[in-house]
């Protein structure tokens, strides 16, 4: 079994804000799925998907950001999902809007809702997909740009920016996060 976690905030203040940029993947791929996210346990909201003969779970933690770990932690201990079969998807500073990067490791890289989640898990080295969100504006603080949304020109590109990740999930369940990392990136 995989866990595919989108990293976000909960409720509407926050809806398609630049930080809840991995709700939306998980959105998403249980509307691509025909599942509803209404499971309710672990601090955040879950449901299963089965793709091309892999059963998954999609989760949304709804701890708010910065404690996102939280609910990935017991979620995948009460499954008995392995670390390897975690992936995380979420925004990123440092990357340009848009951009996206595949990883199988890494540090939080200044993300707190990482940070929460390498704490939790215990280790750095699980699966990730960094969706590229650009830094903010000369005199803007990090907390006010992450929390805004995006302009219309920005929501457009990112709408298939969130297609492509939700393909690149949907093609972890049966290929090898290494194989998959290889053929999205040399993409984005």
């Given at each position: 079994m995989k866990l595919i976690v989108g990293l976000g905030n909960p409720g509407s203040r926050?809806?398609?804000?630049?930080?809840?940029?991995g709700f939306e993947v998980i959105d998403e791929l249980a509307s691509r799925n025909g599942v509803?996210?209404?499971?309710?346990?672990?601090?955040?909201?879950?449901?299963?998907?089965?793709?091309?003969?892999?059963?998954?779970?999609?989760?949304?933690?709804?701890t708010y950001m910065n404690l996102s770990g939280e609910s990935i932690r017991p979620l995948a201990d009460y499954y008995k999902i392995l670390v390897e079969n975690i992936l995380v998807i979420y925004d990123?500073?440092?990357?340009?809007?848009?951009?996206?990067?595949?990883?199988?490791?890494?540090?939080?890289g200044g993300h707190n809702g990482m940070k929460s989640t390498i704490q939790h898990l215990g280790t750095p080295e699980f699966n990730r997909i960094r969706i590229g969100i650009n830094r903010p504006p000369?005199?803007?603080?990090?907390?006010?740009?992450?929390?805004?949304?995006?302009?219309?020109?920005?929501?457009?590109?990112?709408?298939?920016?969130?297609?492509?990740?939700?393909d690149a999930c949907e093609e972890w369940m049966e290929k090898s996060f290494l194989e998959v990392m290889n053929r999205f990136n040399s993409n984005g």
């Amino acid at each position: 079994m995989k866990l595919i976690v989108g990293l976000g905030n909960p409720g509407s203040r926050y809806e398609k804000t630049r930080h809840n940029i991995g709700f939306e993947v998980i959105d998403e791929l249980a509307s691509r799925n025909g599942v509803k996210l209404n499971e309710s346990k672990f601090n955040g909201l879950y449901a299963n998907i089965h793709t091309n003969g892999e059963k998954a779970i999609l989760l949304k933690p709804l701890t708010y950001m910065n404690l996102s770990g939280e609910s990935i932690r017991p979620l995948a201990d009460y499954y008995k999902i392995l670390v390897e079969n975690i992936l995380v998807i979420y925004d990123d500073l440092d990357l340009p809007v848009g951009k996206i990067r595949l990883r199988q490791k890494g540090s939080a890289g200044g993300h707190n809702g990482m940070k929460s989640t390498i704490q939790h898990l215990g280790t750095p080295e699980f699966n990730r997909i960094r969706i590229g969100i650009n830094r903010p504006p000369e005199g803007m603080k990090v907390p006010d740009y992450v929390l805004g949304r995006f302009s219309s020109d920005e929501w457009d590109n990112m709408q298939s920016v969130i297609q492509i990740c939700a393909d690149a999930c949907e093609e972890w369940m049966e290929k090898s996060f290494l194989e998959v990392m290889n053929r999205f990136n040399s993409n984005g």
